[in-house]
């Protein structure tokens, strides 16, 4: 029997996770996984089982590690749509900038690729999309009860529009769109939420 089991699961499983983000799945090959993870062959597929699973593990860590503690974190802010406008203004951030500049975001890349398709990685987009624009629709909620949302805006409608518009500025950072280009996409779209001045 195969000895498969004496390396670090999590490092593996950070080390794909970098390379299919870079790449992407459709364009990653089994031997770049190899060469990345210093595993032969037979124990990434011992372990793993496919490509497409060692991709939708990577994925579920993404979104765990990433996602999920931000759309939470969003969803606790008490300030309405500063607290929206600080999250756009940190995705903008983080994709335009330092180390994972220009690499846009795993499920993004995701929604674009062929990996879509994988009835396991289409549940967890699924499921991620229902994190961001819950969190959305949460602080949208806030910023009703601050009474600084327009009362025309249906929180729900708005939420569906911020979340498209979060993929929005992934797929355009990773094409390369200058982050002032983006701010002011943000703020175009921000505007009209808030409750005018009586």
């Not at 970098?18 to 992407?24: D, E, K, S, T």
């Not at 890349?109 to 629709?137: F, I, K, M, W, Y």
Request: proline share 6%; hydrophobic share 45%; aromatic share 8%.
């Amino acid at each position: 029997m195969p000895d498969i089991k004496h390396f670090d699961h999590d490092t593996v499983l950070d080390t794909a996770l970098r390379v299919f983000w870079q790449r992407g799945m459709a364009s990653t090959g089994i031997q770049a996984l190899v060469d990345a993870t210093g595993l032969s062959r037979s124990s990434l597929y011992a372990t793993f089982g496919s490509k497409e699973g060692l991709y939708t593990e990577a994925l579920r860590r993404y979104i765990a590690r990433w996602s999920t503690p931000a759309f939470a974190a969003l969803a606790a802010d008490p300030g309405g749509l500063d607290a929206i406008e600080r999250f756009f203004a940190g995705l903008i951030d983080l994709r335009c900038s330092g180390e994972l500049a220009g690499w846009g975001c795993l499920v993004t890349n995701a929604h674009a690729g062929p990996e879509s398709a994988v009835p396991q990685v289409r549940a967890l987009l699924d499921d991620h999309h229902r994190q961001l624009q819950g969190a959305l629709r949460t602080t949208l909620g806030t910023a009703a009860a601050l009474g600084r949302l327009a009362p025309s805006v249906d929180p729900d409608d708005a939420a569906a529009v911020l979340a498209a518009l979060a993929y929005g500025v992934n797929l355009r950072s990773r094409a390369g769109a200058p982050p002032e280009a983006l701010h002011a996409t943000v703020a175009g779209a921000l505007r009209p939420l808030y409750a005018q001045p009586s």
